[in-house]
Every structure is written in C-alpha cells, then in structure tokens.
C-alpha cells in the first residue's frame, strides 16, 4: 500500500470523534511526501451529519502491545465474518477513478450480511451529496474498513461493487433506498492494530430506527 502513496496521489480521509458524532471528509492529493510524513493539497473538506454514528469513548487502558504482522486473506474467513456479523460501523473507501474519497457506515450489529465472499449491505439515506454512490458508478470497486474497538484489530476487505436498485430485501431497513453488494477478492488482518480502546455508550437515533435481516 505504501506504493501508492506517491506525489500527486488522490487521497481521502476522514476525521470522526466517536464520542460527539462529529465527522469531516477532506479530498486532496499529496503534494510532499518526507520522513515525518506528508503535504496534502485540499480539494474538498465538508462536514457530515452524525446520522448512523454510534457513540463510543476512548477507555484508558494499560500499555498494549502494536505492531503485530499483517495477515493477508484470500476472501472472508470465520473469524473475519465474525467481527462482520458483530460489528455496527464500518468505514469505506471508494474512487472515481482519479480522485479518492473515505466514509463512514452505520447500522444495527448484523446489517451487514455475509454469504460467502460477498457482502450485502443496506445503503441509508444520508447528507445526500451521494460521493461514495456516485464513485462507484464510476469505479464499481471499494474499500472496507472493519475495527475491533475493544482489541484494537483492524480489517480491510476489498472487492467490486454491485448497487441493487430495486431489492425487496432492502425494505427491511428503515431508511434504506438501495443494497450494495461487494465481492470481496481479497483482505488484511492486523490484530492489536491500535493502541486505542473504545468502550460503546449508546445508537445513533437513526440507527435504533433500522431493521435486520
């Protein structure tokens, strides 16, 4: 990944505080890149709405161990669609091709569904600028972001997108508009990833309003 980190990369990143809601996207491309980090030139930066953000707090923890070996994955193993089946947040990552944008998801434990290697997920009405919806009806691939926030392990999962329009599944969802299918190809695992921990407080309104499967 540290390949593509290169002068005149398109870069997305989003800056969230779990415990008040708040988030903000910023888009650019990297200008400087050096030792102690990198310049990023900013093409967009906006705020979100806190809908679906479920509220944690950083818990103090002891010094933990980071920095264990990553884990390549072929697809979605048991203990990968584990942390799926478990998990109410999810962050994805998604191009038009040329420039970069990262988002957030959220919904009840479970609102993501796994058969297989694919992922079936409910696409809620948000802010309605629609980035994420619209890159991938110009580059059908994404990239997910799962966190254990109580272990501090992360998984990534990439694959290609499929958007159904008109699924009857998706009225189970209050909310939802539309599903989102990703084929997942492949996957990394870091366990003990961050030296955080986070202790979950309460649902977002708009997400104790969803449904399951």
């Not at 990552?93 to 009840?108: F, L, N, P, W, Y």
């Not at 009225?171 to 084929?183: I, M, N």
Request: net charge positive; glycine share 12%; with cysteine.
């Amino acid at each position: 990944m540290a390949s593509r980190l290169v002068e005149g990369a398109g870069v997305g990143i989003l800056g969230i505080d779990l415990a008040t809601r708040r988030r903000n996207r910023i888009n650019g491309r990297i200008t400087r890149i050096g030792c102690n980090g990198l310049d990023i030139a900013v093409e967009q930066s906006f705020g979100n709405c806190a809908q679906y953000i479920q509220r944690r707090e950083i818990v103090p923890t002891k010094s933990v161990a980071t920095g264990a070996p990553l884990e390549p994955l072929a697809g979605i193993d048991a203990e990968a669609r584990q942390l799926v089946a478990a998990s109410d947040t999810f962050f994805v990552a998604s191009s038009t091709g040329d420039g970069v944008d990262m988002s957030h998801r959220g919904g009840r434990p479970g609102f993501v569904r796994t058969d297989g290697d694919t992922l079936t997920i409910p696409d809620f009405s948000g802010n309605h600028y629609f980035n994420t919806l619209g890159n991938f009806l110009l580059s059908p691939r994404a990239g997910l972001l799962f966190i254990d926030f109580a272990r501090g392990g992360l998984l990534h999962l990439s694959g290609t997108v499929e958007i159904v329009w008109d699924a009857d599944e998706a009225h189970q969802f209050s909310g939802a508009e539309r599903l989102w299918r990703v084929r997942v190809s492949l996957g990394w695992r870091r366990r003990n990833a961050l030296a955080l921990r986070w202790a979950f407080r309460d649902y977002a309104p708009t997400t104790v309003r969803t449904g399951t499967w």
